[in-house]
């Protein structure tokens, strides 16, 4: 996997300016410049939107979502990945996600890898789905430098969303970043607030915003991560570090590539790899998550108890045993349905730090709980069968349908 000469890109090349630029003509694409409404704020977000030729929306497509790098915009990456998708035929939308992690953006805590740039990538998919016949099993995500950042932190934050994700020379660590001290240190301190230490604030901003925190999230989706062994930009022995967060977990689907170069990106060869990945990823059955705020990841749904504390979730089901763990959670809903079930009943172990609210829904009919259980105590109404769950170390009871 060396880059050839002819198809790496330095990130120091030049973005095309977001003010008032025209789009390329890239043969074999139709590109449209759309404002999409924020699903959070509700403000107007730029994107670029591009149609290869012949589409007719009779078979599905695949779906390239593309991401710029840290100190530019949308259009930055238009060329490129635009005409990766013509070559393939593929739909590629290239969403602002808040412009670039700099001084220069009006408001730079809204980038940087925040809530609301998050949620512009997610809502950049959602366009593209409802308004695209996408195949749902060749959704990729892709991005280099500040736009390897955003890759993986959105294949950790929203897994279930891609079918794989590449990114190339990434950040994944902002505290690590800002410790180097080679220029960027100041962009890091405005899209996360201000320094290291300087409050619990700003060191949560700088632990939600690293990929690295929720590497383990993303183990079930086929990742490329890809680094030059001489990044005078992003030291490679940031990604090492983040790669050897995986190892507790074995059978996760991350591949390091560690080239010989520079700060620089192959966009033909990232493509390559994320065409070989086709299919719907498989429902997993062994969740380890965390997570920053409450939502959903595949058949669980999380909600965080106490502000700038992380919420975890392991989450493993057996033969015929469900194993819960928790820490920081108010309520944790599991959707049975999607998961295959042994047709008695299992067992449901549970370790949890603070009373938590339990709730499984789509049990099988007649879904109960056999037996005394002082710790586990029904709940009323709900969506599912609720259980009040005290706080304790693992303790078992039987579920039986």
Request: glycine fraction near 10%.
């Amino acid at each position: 996997m060396t880059p050839t000469l002819c198809a790496v890109i330095p990130m120091a090349c030049a973005a095309i300016s977001a003010a008032g630029a025209e789009l390329p003509e890239i043969p074999g694409l139709t590109l449209t410049e759309l404002r999409l409404p924020s699903s959070v704020d509700g403000v107007e977000q730029p994107v670029v939107v591009g149609v290869p030729d012949g589409y007719d929306g009779a078979e599905p497509v695949p779906l390239l979502v593309g991401l710029h790098t840290w100190s530019a915009g949308y259009l930055q990456r238009v060329l490129p990945y635009g005409t990766q998708a013509a070559q393939r035929g593929w739909l590629v939308v290239l969403p602002h996600f808040r412009g670039p992690n700099t001084t220069r953006n009006a408001t730079p805590t809204q980038a940087g890898g925040s809530i609301l740039a998050q949620h512009d990538i997610v809502d950049a998919r959602r366009h593209m789905i409802e308004h695209y016949n996408v195949d749902l099993d060749r959704v990729y995500l892709t991005g280099d430098s500040g736009g390897g950042h955003m890759t993986m932190l959105m294949a950790g934050k929203h897994p279930d969303l891609w079918s794989a994700a590449a990114a190339y020379v990434p950040v994944t660590d902002l505290r690590e970043w800002w410790e180097v001290q080679n220029g960027y240190a100041v962009q890091v301190e405005a899209v996360t607030g201000g320094r290291p230490g300087d409050s619990p604030e700003i060191d949560f901003e700088y632990l939600r915003r690293s990929p690295r925190t929720f590497m383990t999230n993303l183990a079930h989706v086929p990742v490329l991560l890809a680094h030059g062994d001489r990044d005078g930009s992003i030291p490679v022995e940031q990604t090492w570090r983040t790669f050897r967060t995986l190892d507790a977990v074995p059978r996760h689907r991350t591949l390091l590539h560690v080239f010989s170069g520079g700060h620089v990106a192959n966009h033909p060869e990232a493509l390559d790899w994320l065409a070989e990945h086709a299919g719907a990823v498989p429902v997993p059955t062994d969740l380890r998550l965390l997570t920053d705020e409450s939502k959903s990841y595949y058949w669980a749904d999380l909600t965080v108890a106490e502000p700038l504390t992380l919420g975890r979730a392991e989450i493993v089901l057996g033969e015929d045993a469900l194993s819960v763990a928790t820490e920081n959670l108010d309520a944790l809903a599991l959707n049975l349905g999607e998961l295959p079930l042994p047709e008695a009943g299992l067992f449901l172990s549970v370790a949890n730090d603070r009373p938590l609210a339990l709730t499984l829904r789509n049990a099988p009919e007649g879904a109960r709980v056999e037996g005394e259980c002082s710790w586990a105590t029904p709940a009323e109404g709900g969506d599912g069968l609720g259980l009040t769950i005290a706080a304790g170390e693992a303790r078992s009871l039987r579920l039986a349908w």
